[in-house]
């Protein structure tokens, strides 16, 4: 049985195509910097918003069609889902699917209930997985949705609460590891405070640590090899998340004993949101070894909330593909859409178009950045701006020989420093936009 019965394997047909339902810039078999497409670019389709998603905003109810759903939370309904997201990911031809426990099975009236659930699901996953050759780039676990978190689930003022969210990550970790994922995903649903008049956050973030800690320590026990990823995220849900940013993960990371443990997962409008570029976040990661994997949804710059729309512009998916070139890829990461359509986009074939683009977009982008890199003109241009610490003074300053006393002396000494030279900015810009 169909439920996408008018749609067919998506191919590229090359940029002079008209066909929406073909790539034009996405083959997965080309080549860039001496990999195939499929795998630099290691695409996921993530199963929440793309089959959960019902299109309901704060000031409506779902406007999604989606005919194969019976609406209902039901187990089978559930397992029937799987084929739906399975049928829709081989068409599309990603390799890769990420999830949330809750999203792909129902949660029970007991924790129980819920693994049991869980189990059945995943048995339904791993036999689709077998079937179509179609990988889990991550699994992670849902607290946040439930009311029991509403204060937080590792970070929670509620011992008990906090118990439960380890035992659901335990189970989350096992079905991950059950279906071979290459990596594990903490975004900090409800990790943070709305006021610190009622919050402790010594404590709090304490507890984070520890709670992390206990998953490394049981992926080790299961043999789950995984890497751990971090989601950064400033706020919403609450005002203040704790792991706002790139810097703000590594340094709590860092003061935890958990760098070499844990990677991150940098998202798009989270990288907005927090006030910062997407390119700023992704090399802020990769210079410190920590850049794992992306969520490539992006926001609007007008809005100050995570719309997770598809990525559709060049510009940006260029930047995100010169550090991800930089760094060679990002496996056993990937790029995860994290994105829904909008409400108004309800048809079926609107999931279609949607990811079609954004494959595009990145595959679009990753030619573009390769371009650059190939030229040097980027990379030279840094180069040469830093020659002044390549030899001499500046050499003794970077190796650590020189102190504030050698330092003085050095300037006494000199006549005149050298010239400052143009940073060049607008011509650099220019030169971008050449290659777009
Ligand atoms: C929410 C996050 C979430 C994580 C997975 O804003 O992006 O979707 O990626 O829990
Ligand atoms: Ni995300
Ligand atoms: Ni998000």
Known sequence: MSFFPEISKIQYEGPKSKNPLAFKHYNPDEIVENQRLKELMRFTVCYWHTFRGTGSDPFGSGTLQRPWDDGSNSVENAVK???????????????????????????????????????????????????????????????????????????????????????????????????????????????????????DMKRELDHLAKFMHMAVDYAKKIGFKGQFLFEPKPKEPTKHQYDFDAAACLNFCRANGLMGHVKLNIETNHATLAGHTMMHELEYARIQGALGSIDANTGDLMLGWDTDQFPTDIYLTTQCMLVILEQGGLTPGGVNFDAKVRRESFEPVDLFHAHIGAMDAFARGAKIAAAIRKDGVLKDFVKNRYRSFDSGIGAEIEKGTVNFETLEKYVLAKHELAANESGRQEYLENLINQYL
């Open 81 to 199: 889902r799987v084929d739906v997201a399975f049928e829709f990911i081989e068409k599309l031809g990603c390799p890769f699917y990420a999830f949330h426990d809750r999203d792909v099975a129902p949660e029970g009236d007991t924790l129980a209930q819920s693994n049991k659930n869980l189990d059945v699901v995943a048995k339904a996953l791993k036999a689709a997985q077998q079937r179509t050759g179609i990988k889990l780039l991550w699994g992670t676990a849902n607290m946040f949705s439930n009311p029991r978190f509403m204060h937080g689930a590792a970070t929670t003022c509620n011992a008990d609460v906090f118990a439960f969210a380890a035992a659901q990550v335990k189970k989350a970790l096992e079905v991950t590891l059950e279906l071979g994922g290459e990596n594990y995903v903490f975004w900090g649903g409800r990790e943070g405070y709305h006021n610190l008049f009622n919050t």
